[in-house]
């Protein structure tokens, strides 16, 4: 997901996981929606295995009354009655016999209202009336019962009953299309690929559906406002090239199409399983959202089907996916903009960490306030300075084997660190405390002084102390010379080797995270 707001939303919670008695396998979704009012009404089957004994069934569910939120009207299992209540966002179930262990079972929850948010229902910029459903981080439960959290992931359908004038997108596989009288039309998606609630999604609006003229082994379509089609298809078409680039690199696409959507996510765009949201500002016809689109393509893989334990660990979503834009840009554009893209993400994160004192694994945060340059850009700086720890072939195999172990599964920065030290044979526990665990960035002040007839460099670090190479050119009349130097005490000397005037030049290469300490 791109950090880009086009409106204000305040969501103050705890970011650390809570202990998982339930895993949700499969959810079904009728939903039905109206021309006449926002009201929706649904259907939830939810097919639950209990990790443990339990009296009642837990979901989240924003809780309402005279269709203000979401109101439980009917919970059944089976042919039989139960009882139920909400409270608190939370839709409680009494079952009619105690769970055991491992147990799986289906419950049919019929509900009515009006979404308070996770599905925007408005007009787009041609004033027309949309339905978009925009669930991260939690707030899928706005609109429907689930276990919104990320590390309970499933698979899910949506059955969706709508005025036939809207075409609807979904995750997954279209199952059917059809016309069901009174001006009405039933869309069935499935996905079957298990994925978190953040990212399953709808859409409805009178949309003008491209396909990509390729010959890929997955479709690649635009689904755009009919007014923004032409601009739209062009824009997005840029989609088969990113997926190819991202398969080369990290490994077969996970799911079964690429739909690149229109829409009025609150964010520059969300990376819905296979449907990507982008804001209606995506389409240009100048083809000026590149990187985005890169961005959102790339969460696919990382996000959706490798996903982080909790929203703690959110950088193994959101700084893999702006690093590997960063590689994309590289490839495509060369080395020049490649390392202007990583000074523009070391600025940004300097600037951040001036007044935020929270490491990059942040249990503290809450979750909106989590869409920062620590998550993001410096995440991004971790794995680029990875990358030069280890070097390229290694860096790549790293994310290969992470993505497929932890494919359909979640992750923590520690199961990543396992995986990096395992592939690289190295110790790496010190890399990954201080850049994941430590606030902050190394603050350098570096001197250049005499010694005797010759010169030395003094590099002096702040009050933190961190471990990292850096590289210097040392400039001349008579060439450039080249050091890599390992700092790992406050105060570093090294000399010069210079015959007349010279100057220097920190980092030249562009890899380290580092600012001037004043």
Not at 26 to 54: C, M, P, R, W
Not at 185 to 209: C, N, Q, S, Y
Request: net charge neutral; charged share 25%; proline share 3%.
């Amino acid at each position: 997901m791109m950090r880009i707001f086009l409106s204000f939303i305040l969501i103050v919670l705890c970011v650390t996981g809570k202990a998982q008695v339930i895993d949700v396998q499969h959810y079904k979704y009728e939903i039905e929606l109206s021309d006449a009012s926002d009201a929706i009404n649904g259907k939830a089957y939810v097919t639950v295995k209990f990790l443990q004994a339990l009296p009642e069934l837990e979901l989240d569910l924003v809780s309402g009354k005279d269709q203000n939120g979401m109101y439980v009207f009917q919970v059944k299992e089976g042919n039989s009655l139960l009882s139920s209540k909400q409270a608190n966002d939370k839709l409680i179930i009494s079952l009619s016999k105690p769970s055991s262990k491992n147990e799986v079972r289906t419950f049919e929850i019929s509900y009515m209202g009006t979404p308070r948010d996770g599905l925007i229902i408005s007009k787009n910029k041609f004033g027309e009336r949309t339905f978009f459903a925009d669930n991260w981080p939690n707030r899928a439960h706005n609109w429907i019962p689930c276990n919104d959290v990320p590390s309970d992931k499933a698979t899910v359908e949506f059955i969706v009953t709508a005025p036939s004038h809207y075409r609807i997108i979904s995750n997954g596989a279209l199952k059917e299309e059809k016309v069901i009288g009174n001006n009405k039309k039933r869309t069935h998606w499935l996905e079957d690929i298990l994925i978190p609630t953040k990212v399953m999604v709808i859409g409805a609006a009178d949309f003008a559906v491209t396909r990509v003229d390729n010959s890929y082994h997955i479709p690649v379509t635009a689904w755009t406002y009919k007014e923004d089609s032409a601009r739209g298809a062009y824009d997005y078409s840029l989609g088969d090239d990113i997926l190819h680039f991202f398969e080369s690199y990290i490994g077969p696409y996970p799911f079964n199409k690429l739909a690149n959507v229109e829409s009025k996510t609150i964010f520059g765009g969300m990376e819905n399983a296979s449907a990507i949201f982008y804001a209606e500002s995506s389409v240009t016809g100048k083809r000026s959202s590149e990187a985005l689109m890169a961005h959102e393509i790339a969460h696919q893989w990382f996000g959706n089907t490798a996903t982080e334990k909790n929203f703690s660990h959110l950088w193994l979503s959101e700084g893999f996916a702006t690093y590997l834009t960063d590689m994309y840009i590289e490839q495509k554009y060369g080395i020049d903009s490649f390392q202007k893209r990583l000074q523009n993400e070391r600025e940004t994160v300097i600037d951040f960490v001036k007044n935020f004192d929270q490491p990059v694994v942040d249990t503290v945060t809450s979750l909106m306030d989590l869409l920062n340059p620590n998550s993001y850009q410096k995440g991004a700086w971790v794995l680029h300075m990875l990358r030069e720890e280890v070097g390229d072939s290694t860096f790549k195999k790293i994310i290969n084997t992470y993505y497929n172990t932890y494919k359909l599964k979640n992750a923590d920065t520690r199961d990543f660190q396992k995986i990096a030290e395992s592939v690289s044979g190295k110790d790496l526990k010190w890399f990954f405390d201080q850049w994941l665990y430590k606030p902050g960035v190394p603050e350098l002040k570096i001197q250049v002084k005499a010694d005797n007839e010759d010169f030395k460099l003094e590099i002096t670090q702040g009050k933190t102390l961190y471990k990292f190479p850096i590289e210097i050119s040392i400039i001349s009349k008579s060439g450039t010379t080249h050091e890599r130097l390992f700092i790992d005490k406050q105060v570093n000397e090294v000399k010069v080797k210079a015959s007349g005037p010279f100057r220097i030049q920190v980092d030249p290469g562009v890899k380290l995270l580092y600012a001037e300490l004043k």
